[in-house]
């Protein structure tokens, strides 16, 4: 407020124009309700799950005819196991290795599985993730620190992985509350502790499924196992 100055105030704790200042007149004014203030820490996540795709420029669009045979095999298992989950039929988790050496189309064959999955399920249905900022990019995902919140140090691979709790917690849960698939690129970095780290914030992402596997979401790994290896893992 333009009309309260630095006089107004006594450090000591007894701040007239403070005290006597209604902080809800925004709120007021707004009609606002004690509902909607609650769902408002909510609407930026709501808006990012909900946002419709179907304008979007078609020239990003990839065309699943042009992976090779093994690709093409590969795609169709997916697309077949999308279809079920999308029509509320049985589809058990899976887990598919896409191995090849590097521009063999395992970024187009990424690209092909996620331009359906937004068209069947939506833009929440897939998460993707790579150890590097650089392959998460090409790939158009997060790293893995940044999509299962996994601290940058502080933890140690010889030691079980701390829990998360309160806010980290529940934005956690929250990117995953729709997610029904996910694709980890450049699997040769991700080491055994790494994928024990994933394993256990999937299971708190997803606490329903908390006794399965990766917390029930089925994986696609991806990469070349000629290239680099995990570093400290």
């Known amino acids: 407020r333009d009309d309260i100055y630095e006089d107004d105030y006594d450090y000591g704790g ?3 124009v403070t005290d006597d200042y209604d902080w809800l007149s925004d709120a007021k004014e707004l009609e606002l ?27 990003i669009t990839v065309n699943p005819e042009n992976l090779n045979a093994k690709q093409r095999r590969a795609y169709d298992f997916v697309v077949n196991w999308i279809d079920k989950k999308t029509s509320g039929k049985r589809a058990e988790p899976f887990y598919l290795d896409i191995s090849g050496r590097a521009g063999c189309g395992k970024t187009f064959f990424a690209n092909c599985v996620a331009q359906y999955a937004s068209e069947r399920g939506g833009h929440a249905f897939l998460q993707k993730g790579a150890p590097t900022g650089k392959a998460a990019f090409l790939i158009g995902g997060d790293t893995l620190h940044g999509l299962f919140k996994i601290p940058p140090r502080g933890y140690s691979v010889k030691k079980a992985l701390k829990p998360l709790d309160g ?19 450049e699997k040769s970095m991700i080491g055994t502790y790494t994928n024990y780290v994933i394993d256990q914030r999937l299971r708190q992402a997803r606490p329903q499924h908390a006794q399965k596997p990766f917390g029930g979401l089925p994986v696609i790994r991806m990469g070349d196992p000629a290239q680099l290896v995990p570093v400290g893992d």
């Open 167 to 185: 806010e980290p917690l529940r934005e956690l849960q929250d990117k995953f509350r729709n997610v029904e698939l996910l694709i980890l690129d």
């Open 14 to 16: 007894n701040n007239d």
């Open 33 to 59: 309700t004690s509902t909607n203030t609650k769902e408002a820490s909510m609407w930026l996540t709501d808006q990012k799950r909900d946002y419709d795709l179907g304008d979007r420029d078609e020239s």
